[in-house]
């Protein structure tokens, strides 16, 4: 199983960025899918994601509003869409693949089985 994270690069505060997550070796339409992010020195924290298809979705309070994931299962992917980056948006961003059944979500990153390599954002002020 491979996730294969991109999209990630450096931007000015208040910029928009689109993150892609290209799914193989997995049959797609099983797993919950989400995206995740590590700022340094901080832990991995739950940003956003969504059910199996698609239509339940969670996101973290502090991208509420701005971030929206959305998933193509033709096309084993996922995506991040982020507006209004802000400084503190800075991080290693990771999709995650969680094996769930029907409609169930979670947001704790121990449930999840497999793991993109990241990619970085970097929001300048």
């Known amino acids: 199983v491979q996730l294969q994270a991109s999209g990630g690069g450096l931007v000015q505060a208040g910029d928009s960025l689109i993150l892609s997550c290209a799914a193989s070796?997995?049959?797609?339409?099983?797993?919950?899918m989400a995206w995740f992010r590590q700022a340094p020195g901080k832990e991995r924290e739950f940003v956003a994601g969504?059910?199996?298809?698609?239509?339940?979705?969670e996101y973290a309070d502090s991208v509420k509003g701005r971030f929206t994931v959305s998933r193509d299962n033709d096309n084993k992917k996922v995506y991040l869409r982020m507006n209004s980056l802000k400084p503190e948006d800075t991080a290693v961003y990771y999709c995650?693949?969680?094996?769930?059944?029907?409609?169930?979500?979670?947001?704790?990153?121990?449930?999840?089985?497999?793991w993109g390599q990241g990619t970085l954002v970097t929001v300048s002020s």
């Open positions: 969504l059910s199996r298809s698609g239509g339940r979705k």
């Open positions: 070796g997995v049959t797609f339409q099983y797993y919950a």
């Open positions: 995650a693949a969680d094996r769930v059944i029907s409609s169930v979500f979670h947001v704790d990153k121990a449930e999840y089985d497999y």
